[in-house]
């Protein structure tokens, strides 16, 4: 099965999509699954994951609903502030659907020492108990904080968003590539090779750019811990979802089929419990 990591939905309110500013009208309009199901089908993807873009419980409403009508739909990574203190019950509540498999929150738009927080951390401790894997949504500079937190929760699975950031149009950053290497040394951690066409100069970029950085990514978690993300309807600020996919498809084109297939979905299944889902 082909499955993609790493696709949003939404219905477009500007009030609750900061993030999406004028210099992104491409993407100030709805986005639903009859736009993203045909791109799914024609590229041969039997499913995708739905990734919140909303810190709002209505965000955990609203992909549910979707994922209940729609099969391709495999899995949700919702939002659930870490913080709160209603946590232990929200994540009750939010165990009782299964298509419900991970949570995710907006760590990119704060500040360094925010995974720090003794409130944050223990409301981490808690996905484990439902088996709600964790999306790492992290700038490069930050990944040095992410490796401690991760370190320090061995049983929690975790998967870094983006390759966490790195600014490809400027080369290689040292940091990045051994900050990347120490997660990949963390069996817990996996990593989606998605947002890479958003972290370029004025968005255009051509493919060489981005082969250092996914020797990197390959090298530090193989073939086994990778999953393919596009990122879409974000990725269409640079180019078209086949443009997206064709960045993946030529760098594994040399790897063995399986390997190939792993990080085309495979991987995707294993992390996010996928075959759970489909039995149900």
Known sequence: MKIDSHIHLWDFKQEEFEWIDDSMSILQRDF???HII???KKNNFDGAIAVQARALKAENDFLLEIAKDHSMIEGVVGWADLKDRGLPAYLEFLAGYEKLKGIRTFIQ???LGYMDQTNFRYGLTLLKDYDFSFDLLIREDQLNEAAELVKQHPYQK????HMAKPF???GMNKTWKKKIQEMGALPNVFCKISGLVTET???HWQYQEFTPFLDV?????????LMFGSDWPVCKLSCMYEDVLKICEQYFSTFSEDEYKAVMGLNAIEFYGLEKAKSN
């Open 32 to 34: 639903n699954p009859a």
């Open 217 to 225: 990514v390959s090298n530090s978690f193989g073939p086994k811990r």
């Open 109 to 111: 738009d704060e500040s």
């Open 158 to 161: 975790f998967v870094i968003d």
């Open 168 to 170: 490809y149009s400027i």
């Open 201 to 203: 100069r004025n968005l």
């Open 38 to 40: 045909p791109v799914l």
